[in-house]
């Protein structure tokens, strides 16, 4: 489709030090990687508008297993990266006039003898320590070395996507998806995306009030903390975010179809290409 595609496999991310996000992956006999797929629609050297994808392929729960209940819906975990892989694809077939670049972590979180546990700690490859409390807190891990990964690409913007929260569906069903931003500008063309497009998304704070959730004994950050799920979790990745414009989606809700149906909504592709197709 004319995308510019580079895999980075378990080796050269142990080089790199993503200990985070190998570190969900790590109980699972299947390969965990990082893909960066990059699209030049203009000749200029214009910064690229950048997504990040939550690619947990099948989520366990890992030590901290899940309830047996619904767990087969699991492999809707990676409808975050699916987006992203979505959204690039069809830049690509539009021939669109923009500069964008997408990054999935893809891992499976399985539990197991080499499976990570809780109360261990793991340096990110930002250096930020995490004291992991909860292996079901495990797409924040894995989305902490993308937001840092993508530094190198020097973004115009970063929106990264996850089905990363129950608390969000518990907060805003699965009509709307929750939007979280270091950016004011960034966070309301998200929004007016949304409105334009029917895929809405609704802003929640992440006051600095909520970061001392994330305090740590041990570490610099753990990986979960206080009643606000869905806001600390945007919070933690917040951490790993300060050196862009940054805004981010919790799809938890919305990337299924939810009630008595099964599969998946294809959410939210369509607010991201009305993003796009308005800054182009």
């Not at 990687?33 to 629609?41: A, S």
């Not at 960034?186 to 409105?195: Q, R, T």
Request: glycine share 12%; with cysteine; charged share 20%.
């Amino acid at each position: 489709f004319g995308l510019k595609i580079n895999i980075l496999n378990e080796k050269k991310m142990k080089k790199l030090g993503m200990n985070t996000l190998l570190g969900v992956g790590q109980g699972s006999k299947r390969g965990s990687y990082l893909v960066t797929m990059e699209w030049k629609g203009l000749k200029d050297n214009s910064k690229p508008l950048a997504f990040v994808g939550k690619g947990v392929c099948f989520d366990t729960g890992g030590i901290s297993l899940k309830p047996a209940k619904f767990m087969e819906d699991m492999t809707y975990d990676m409808a975050g990266s699916a987006t992203v892989v979505g959204l690039m694809k069809s830049l690509a077939l539009k021939k669109a006039k923009v500069n964008a670049i997408g990054v999935v972590g893809l891992v499976e979180n399985m539990p197991g003898g080499n499976a990570q546990r809780p109360g261990d700690i793991v340096k990110s490859y930002s250096g930020k320590t995490v004291e992991i409390l909860n292996t079901d807190a495990e797409g924040r891990l894995v989305l902490a070395d993308a937001l840092t990964y993508i530094k190198r690409f020097n973004p115009k913007t970063v929106t990264d996507v996850a089905t990363l929260t129950g608390a969000c569906i518990v907060a805003l069903g699965h009509v709307t998806s929750g939007l979280m931003s270091n950016d004011d500008k960034h966070a309301n063309d998200l929004y007016e995306a949304g409105l334009k497009s029917q895929d809405k998304a609704w802003r929640l704070p992440i006051w600095d009030v909520y970061q001392k959730d994330l305090n740590s004994n041990f570490a610099d950050i753990a990986n979960i903390g206080g009643r606000a799920g869905t806001i600390t979790a945007a919070c933690f990745l917040s951490r790993f975010t300060k050196d862009y414009d940054w805004a981010h989606l919790d799809v938890a809700g919305t990337a299924h179809i939810g009630g008595l149906a099964k599969g998946a909504s294809g959410r939210p592709v369509p607010l991201l290409s009305q993003f796009l197709i308005d800054k182009a």
